[in-house]
Every structure is written in structure tokens, then in C-alpha cells.
């Protein structure tokens, strides 16, 4: 069969409310042009994050139904710790409400300020919290990984000669930790390969310093081994998950993404002390430690979503369905981040509106006119998230100024990925009336969540 279908039947529905272009006009209007500031109820197809927004499965609804509210020892928990040990191999399991809380943390316990942190490209709150408690956040990736239209398997790889030179140049004891973000979100949602892995962590160790993943979208990654790294097609995805993991001190997660849960997250490491140091910070912030952040059936609802996302049809189906979308976009000549990534396709922006300047934000823009045009919520991966400097207060462009259409995981058909393929069309199609942006208010911080912008 030539058509590759969903490997689900729906169960339960949610409606959609249409609106019309003047309605969606208004409602940009109010939320000061930031797309983050709309009322979803008025987003016809939201894709704005991968994050949290996953249908669950029947077996986990019912998981949720087990799940034992008991505030120290739930049966929950011990559900939960042992998948997490049995997928990824780590000792120690520190639950968490998302992947953010993990890594505050993880900084919070192992990074002094004017410390640095070295990885492919961290997310923002990564950054964030890297940046807030007055450490440094430094991103080597490939330069092919800065190259929109460059196809490789691999574009979220480290540069390993950068980072044997910012080893030398920082020196290895103002180096916490470097990490590796997988799949590369805020560059493309790009793979990194085994091999990169297994050098970078090398590298790391030779330093002295421990080598933590950024675990979001373990699973999609893994697939990207299996389909694209020569020795390892015949290998299931779980092997290769192991493996990953293998060469890593610890890892940040969010279960948000994919462990196919609404909310979650965890911290591992094989570290005695620093687990210690780690829940005692866990406690007075987010919860005992067998919880977390997290209810019981949260917990649960994990434990069987780590399991499903490792499944090759699923698996399948999920990275096939995102290539369909960039696919159809490049078949209509509108550029893209090449090859497809794992969990969204990237609209580059300053390719398809050469005219916009980065600095009066591009993708923010486009993102903007998929709304008004189809109520379409994408988001800006570029110049508005990434070009502030909070320490000089200075802006400066982003490597790429993309728009990330993120693919909640079993949530939209194929009907619904047509309607988006045509609202970037028509938005093409008028690209040269697309004007640029300047931004009325914003914060120092994560300044993207809550700028408000107006039309240079
Ligand atoms: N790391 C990566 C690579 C992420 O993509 C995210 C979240 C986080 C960490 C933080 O996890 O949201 O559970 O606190 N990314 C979402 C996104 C928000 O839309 O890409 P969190």
C-alpha cells in the first residue's frame, strides 16, 4: 500500500470553532501581534508546540484510573521510576512537573555564575535558566545545522573541533556540563547521530565533565538512528534509545513531548551526591520525592506513554506524517528546514520574506499571517526568542529566523495537515506584501512569551 495511514482510531473528539479572517483580525489585534497571547479557542489549527498537547492512548487513560495518590510511595511512582530506569538506564529518577523544573534543578545544583554550559542549542528555558542564575549558554552546532536548505542526516550534531577549542579556551573547571539536546529542537528539530553522541560525551570525560542529555524527543531521535546511521536498521528502537543513554552522566526530560503526556518530567543521573543535593532542592520546591511536581496518575499516564513512544509504527507514522507536511511545502517551492525534522516542520522565514530585515523579526511576522490567514498558530524560532542579550541588553539576529509549525502527537489527520500545506501556500502567494514588525513592550527574559509588537 501506498498510503500510510494513522496507527490509531479516534475515541473521543474535541471540536474546533471557525473563524472568520475579520475575527481572527481582531483577535490578533488584542493579544498585541504574539500569537502566544491568543485564546486557543480561537486557533483553528494550533500548532504552536509539540509540548503537553499529545492525545493519550486508551491504555493510559486507564493507567490514569490506577493511579495511586499516596503522597510518599505511591505504587504510581515506583510505575514511573521503573520505566524511566528500564528505558534509559540511569540510577537515580527525579520527577518533575515538566522539563523546565529539571533543569532549574540541575543547574541550580551544579552551576556557579559566569559558569558555562556548552551545547548543540539549548531551548529557551534551558537558556533561561542557564542565563538566570548568572551562567553562560553556548551553542555548537554543525555550521550545516545554521543552513536551512542544506540537506544531512544529521544537522543537530555538536561541532566536536569547536568544542575541543571552547574546552581549551574556557578551561574544563568553569565547564558544569555539556550536553546535547536531542532531537536539536530550536535548530530544526534536526537529529543528532550515535556517533556525535558517543565523541561529544568522550570528549566531555577526557575533560573531566559530565555529559547530560536534553532527552524532549528521545524516541524520534532514536528513529533517526535506526533510518539514517549506517549499523543500526536492523536494531530495535529501544536498544538504540539504551545505547544513547548509555553514554550520558544524566539527562533532562520533559514527558510533555515524548513520553506522550500532558504535563511531566524527570531528572536522572548515576551521581550518589548530587542525587542527594538534587532532592533536597526537589522537596522544598516541587514536591517529595516520589513525586515530584507530578499527581499519581500523572505518573502513570508516563510510565505507559515511554513505552508506546518507542514503538516503530507509531514511530513510523510519526516522522512520515511531519515529512509529508515539508514535502508538500517544498513541492509548492516554499523553503523549509531540510531534511524534515522528528516532531515539526520549519518555515525559513528569511527565504520566504527576503525583504523583511532580521531584526524587524521575520518569522514572527509570517507566523502572524498564517493565523490571520487560516488561524493557523505557529511559532518564531529566530530572531524574537533567541536575538536578545540580556547582559549587554543588546539584540542581534539569530542564526535562522524560522517558523516552527510543531505536530502534536496523535492529535491531527491528514485532512487537517492539507488545510495547513494551503494556508502557507496562500501566505506565499502574497509574500511580498508581508511587512516586518517592531516590538512595544516586552521583559528581559524569555521576552517572546510576552512581547507585544506592532507593524513597522
Ligand atoms: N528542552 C527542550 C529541547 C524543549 O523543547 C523543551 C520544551 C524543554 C526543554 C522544556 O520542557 O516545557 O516541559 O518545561 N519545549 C516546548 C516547545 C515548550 O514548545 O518546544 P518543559
Keep these: 500500500m501506498k498510503t500510510f495511514i494513522e496507527p490509531f482510531k479516534i475515541k473521543a473528539v474535541e471540536p474546533i470553532q471557525m473563524t472568520t479572517r475579520a475575527q481572527r483580525e481582531q483577535k490578533i489585534r488584542e493579544a498585541g501581534l504574539n500569537p502566544f497571547l491568543l ?103 554543525v555550521e550545516e545545522g545554521k543552513d536551512p536548505a542544506h540537506e544531512a542526516p544529521f544537522k543537530g550534531n555538536m561541532d566536536t573541533d569547536k568544542l575541543r577549542s571552547a574546552i581549551k579556551e574556557i ?4 565547564i558544569p556540563l555539556v550536553m546535547i539536546t536531542v532531537t536539536n529542537n530550536s535548530g530544526g528539530g534536526q537529529p543528532v547521530s550515535m556517533e556525535n553522541i558517543r565523541q561529544v560525551s568522550q570528549i566531555a570525560h577526557e575533560n573531566g565533565i559530565p555529559f547530560y542529555i536534553d532527552a524532549c524527543r528521545f524516541a524520534e531521535n532514536a528513529y533517526f538512528i535506526k533510518k539514517r546511521e549506517p549499523g543500526y536498521a536492523d536494531r530495535p528502537v529501544k536498544e538504540i534509545v539504551k545505547e544513547m543513554f548509555s553514554y550520558a552522566d544524566g539527562c533532562t526530560m520533559s514527558a510533555k513531548k515524548d513520553a506522550l503526556a500532558n504535563i511531566g518530567g524527570f531528572l536522572c543521573c548515576n551521581d550518589d551526591e548530587l542525587a542527594k543535593k538534587e532532592q533536597e532542592l526537589l522537596i522544598i520546591t ?14 502513570d499516564a508516563i510510565a505507559v506513554g515511554l513505552h508506546e513512544v518507542l514503538e516503530e509504527d507509531y514511530l513510523e507514522y510519526r516522522t512520515r506524517s511531519t515529512a509529508y507536511v515539508a514535502n508538500a511545502l517544498t513541492a509548492r517551492g516554499i523553503p523549509v528546514v531540510k531534511p524534515a525534522g522528528g516532531h515539526a516542520v520549519y518555515l525559513d522565514a528569511r527565504g520566504i520574506v527576503p525583504h523583511i530585515p532580521p531584526l524587524q523579526y521575520p518569522g514572527w511576522s509570517l507566523s502572524v499571517e498564517l493565523y490571520l490567514e487560516a488561524g493557523v498558530r505557529g511559532v518564531e524560532i529566530g530572531t524574537v526568542m533567541f536575538g536578545y ?22 492529535v491531527y489527520t491528514q485532512s487537517h495537515m492539507d488545510y495547513v500545506v494551503e494556508a502557507v501556500e496562500n501566505v506565499h502567494k502574497r509574500r511580498t506584501s508581508v511587512k516586518g514588525l517592531k516590538i512595544v513592550s516586552a521583559p528581559r527574559f524569555l521576552r517572546h512569551f510576552t512581547a507585544r509588537f506592532d507593524w513597522v
Excluded: C
Aim: hydrophobic fraction near 40%; charge should be negative; proline fraction near 4%.
Design 39 to 141: 485564546r486557543a479557542e480561537d486557533v483553528i489549527i494550533d500548532l504552536l508546540t509539540d509540548s503537553g498537547t499529545s492525545a493519550m492512548s486508551s491504555e493510559q487513560w486507564a493507567a490514569m484510573m490506577r493511579g495511586d495518590e499516596s503522597y510518599a510511595g505511591a505504587r504510581s511512582w515506583f510505575r514511573f521510576e521503573a520505566a524511566v530506569q528500564e528505558i534509559f538506564g540511569f540510577k537515580h529518577v527525579i520527577p518533575t512537573h515538566q522539563g523546565r523544573a529539571a533543569e532549574r534543578i540541575l543547574f541550580g545544583t551544579v552551576l556557579k555564575p559566569k559558569q558555562t554550559v556548552i551545547n548543540n542549542t539549548h531551548f529557551d528555558t534551558t537558556r533561561g535558566n542557564i542565563e538566570f542564575l548568572g551562567g553562560r549558554a553556548v551553542d555548537l552546532v
Design 171 to 174: 578551561g574544563p573547571a568553569q
Design 286 to 299: 516541587e514536591g517529595y520525592s516520589t513525586y515530584g511536581g507530578l499527581a499519581g496518575r500523572d505518573m
Design 389 to 410: 542579550d540580556p547582559e549587554t541588553d543588546s539584540e542581534k539576529p539569530a542564526a535562522m529566523d524560522l517558523v516552527r509549525l510543531a505536530i502534536p502527537r496523535r
